[in-house]
């Protein structure tokens, strides 16, 4: 049974920063691409980031490019994503995602979510 547990967000103000975690379980991690995922209220679920399978690749979106950086554990089954610099746009609920595939262009596996974790960014 795939699991994918995120965790780590929280309230900050302008400026700060957070690192969220997605634990995961029910697959071999090593094996796939991963991604964070945010959604806002009133919009799609939309792609932050993605890394390779062993990490050596990564990619982020344009919004979150220079503060964001996603990064893995393979060895503790961990997905991170570290977001510096947060501003209230940054404001979603955060979800990790597994790829089927080991490389960044690889689809998303659609079959699983998380249950998120929620970033508010406000003074």
């Known amino acids: 049974q795939v699991q994918l547990v995120e965790s780590g967000g929280g309230l900050v103000q302008p400026g700060g920063s957070l690192r969220l975690s997605c634990a995961v379980s029910?697959?071999?991690?090593?094996?796939?691409?991963m991604s964070w995922y945010r959604q806002s209220p009133g919009k799609e679920r939309d792609s932050v980031a993605i890394i390779s399978d062993n990490g050596d690749t990564t990619s982020v979106d344009r919004a979150v490019k220079g503060r964001f950086t996603i990064s893995r554990d393979n060895a503790k089954r961990t997905l991170y994503l570290q977001m510096n610099n947060l501003q209230p746009e940054d404001t979603a609920v955060y979800y990790c995602?597994?790829?089927?595939?080991?490389?960044?262009?690889?689809?998303?596996?659609?079959?699983?979510w998380g249950q998120g974790t929620q970033v508010i960014v406000s003074s």
């Open positions: 029910g697959f071999t991690f090593s094996d796939y691409a």
């Open positions: 995602s597994k790829n089927n595939g080991r490389a960044i262009f690889s689809s998303r596996d659609s079959r699983y």
